[in-house]
């Protein structure tokens, strides 16, 4: 398939130097017998980023497992010679509202599975998401500093109002927190964002999501992420002031993607070569598409190399 047939939202790609082989995650959900909707990973393989193989069913979330609806946003990671799939599940149970016009909540959060080979097959390490139970929690990423995994991810903003990033320590086989969330910065921090209303009249909400961590050629640690700027889905950059995880963090003044795609990720090609990937447009539901980016590392920021 080419790049451009492949429906896909919040891509990521993992780059397996050895055997020369990208591979791209989406979400893949079915309905079961009883009519219920179970979440799932699936896979595309490529060797040179435009024609793809796929899919091939990566995870299926089991059927005792405390959340079992849609995925969203799956990141696989190479950690200590294995395999770790970060998804965001959800339940179907609604619950209330925190304001009128805004969604209901429901159960979310991101549960961290493993496998031994990127194509897995990835099983959880218990029957529950990573993130706090009582969290709308979305978008886990994994970051390592110093030898001790983090996972940075997002507190939804349908429930916070703010939406927050967040950094919690994992224990050393990424199996659950080992620590409580700290918070990193709030969505309503860049100017940039200007908040989205989710009907007509409503208040406004700011949105935290698609985190991504990289350090850059002379040691800065920047974050993308993305929320709405004037109507849009858009990427921005934040930088950490001590160069650490745990912050503090400030936001670059300029976004560095505003055409309605985002939730981006980083990753390099077999030469080195950096590359943003992200979905675009945003809406409508069912025309996104994987969309790479030529990066500039410029030891301050990153720069897009070739036009939006």
């Known amino acids: 398939m080419n790049i451009d047939d492949i429906n896909i939202r919040d891509p990521f790609i993992l780059t ?3 055997k020369k082989i990208y591979y791209m995650y989406r979400t893949s959900d079915s309905i079961m017998a009883d009519g219920k909707v179970r979440g799932g990973v699936e896979v595309f393989t490529s060797r040179d980023l435009k024609k793809w193989n796929g ?7 089991p059927a005792d497992n405390g959340l079992t609806g849609t995925v969203w946003a799956p990141e696989v990671h190479k950690y200590h010679g294995k395999y770790y799939l970060f998804a965001t599940i959800n339940s179907d149970i609604k619950w209330k509202k925190r ?3 805004w969604g209901d909540y429901t159960w979310r959060g991101t549960q961290i599975f493993h496998a031994d080979r990127p194509e897995g097959p990835f099983k959880p390490f218990d029957c529950f998401v990573t993130t ?5 929690a979305l978008d886990g990423t994994l970051w390592v500093e110093n030898g001790t995994p983090y996972m940075v991810f997002c ?7 703010d939406g927050t990033m967040e950094a919690v320590e994992l224990k050393s086989d990424l199996s659950a927190m080992a620590g409580e969330p700290q918070t990193l ?3 309503s921090a860049p100017d940039w964002s200007t908040g989205i209303e989710p009907s007509p009249g409503s208040p406004k909400g700011y949105i935290t999501d698609g985190c991504y961590l990289y350090r850059t050629k002379t040691g800065k640690l920047l974050m993308i992420w993305s929320s709405f700027s004037n109507g849009d889905y858009a990427i921005g ?9 745990k912050g503090p963090w400030r936001q670059q003044e300029k976004p560095l993607f505003v055409k309605n795609g985002g939730h981006g990720m980083i990753f390099k090609t077999f030469d080195g070569g950096l590359r943003l990937i992200l979905h675009q447009p945003n809406s409508p539901l069912g025309a996104e598409r994987a969309k790479i980016f030529e990066l500039e590392d410029t030891g301050n920021t990153l720069q897009l190399k070739n036009k939006q």
């Open 155 to 161: 507190h939804e903003w349908v429930q916070t109002e």
């Open 237 to 245: 950059i934040a930088e950490s002031i001590t160069g650490s995880v």
């Open 132 to 136: 706090p139970m009582d969290w709308m």
């Open 16 to 18: 397996d130097n050895v």
């Open 55 to 61: 899919p091939q069913t990566v995870m299926r979330i």
């Open 185 to 187: 910065f709030y969505g």
């Open 99 to 101: 304001k009128e016009g």
